[in-house]
């Protein structure tokens, strides 16, 4: 699996857009890059997944770059509650391949 | 439709213990994995079961150990438990066994004295 890079940690105004960046040089073709997202003292939540258009869903935008060596998530209000450690992962996305290999992620603090 | 549920919530364990961890998948998912998350280590795999048969292992020595059952529901037993085996255990389920449709559980915190 790819390694992926991010910073260990980000401040964002309530209400403004949070940019998450993340670093995936070594990424292969067939690779896709997830985004988790982990509140404290729960389970990781799937926020959105992407091969190499840019995508949109009720939670995140994900802006991967042409030659797919980094991508943005994008959190475009963000709100107290948005509060949590971010998880970039590079993966294959076949049947059997369901382990996951997180980094120490982004801890993502939305301040009032 | 109910989610990924792990009993029991918390635990504490003597050393030299055996525990016994539970997940129940989301109805209809046939893949479950299991998760160990402390805060030196971050959230490391352990294994994975489909079917009833593990198809993934991580790192983890011999004491970590699990099995499911014909319903899918799926247990970790952890013997001869450590100081270092405190953690947030976290089970995730998944449709077809891949990263895209995992839904994770709450997670069973253990502690070891």
């Known amino acids: 699996d790819a390694k992926t890079t991010q910073p260990t940690s980000m401040d964002c105004a309530e209400g403004r857009a949070a940019n998450l960046p993340c670093n995936h040089s070594?990424?292969?073709?067939?690779?896709?890059v997830y985004w988790y997202r982990q509140i404290h003292s729960q389970g990781p939540q799937y926020i959105i997944h992407g091969l190499k258009n840019n995508e949109t869903n009720e939670m995140a935008s994900l802006i991967i770059t042409e030659d797919r060596k980094s991508s943005t998530l994008i959190l475009p209000h963000a709100t107290l509650r948005d509060t949590a450690v971010y998880y970039c992962i590079v993966r294959v996305d076949i049947q059997g391949a369901q382990k996951l290999v997180f980094g120490q992620g982004t801890r993502l603090t939305i301040n009032p | 439709k109910a989610g990924v549920t792990q009993t029991p919530r918390y635990l504490i364990k003597t050393r030299g213990q055996q525990v016994t961890l539970s997940c129940s998948p989301i109805?209809?998912?046939?893949?479950v994995s299991w998760y160990q998350q402390t805060p030196g280590q971050g959230l490391q795999f352990l294994f994975e079961?489909?079917?009833?048969?593990?198809?993934n292992k991580g790192n983890f020595p011999g004491r970590f150990s699990g099995r499911q059952f014909s319903n899918s529901r799926s247990e970790m037993n952890v013997s001869t438990l450590e100081l270092g085996d405190s953690a947030l255990y976290l089970c995730?389920?998944?449709?077809?066994?891949?990263?895209?449709?995992?839904?994770f559980g709450s997670g069973t915190r253990l502690t070891v004295v």
């Open positions: 109805s209809g998912h046939r893949s």
């Open positions: 070594t990424i292969s073709g067939n690779e896709y």
């Open positions: 079961y489909f079917s009833e048969t593990q198809r």
């Open positions: 995730a389920s998944s449709l077809a066994g891949t990263p895209l449709s995992s839904t």
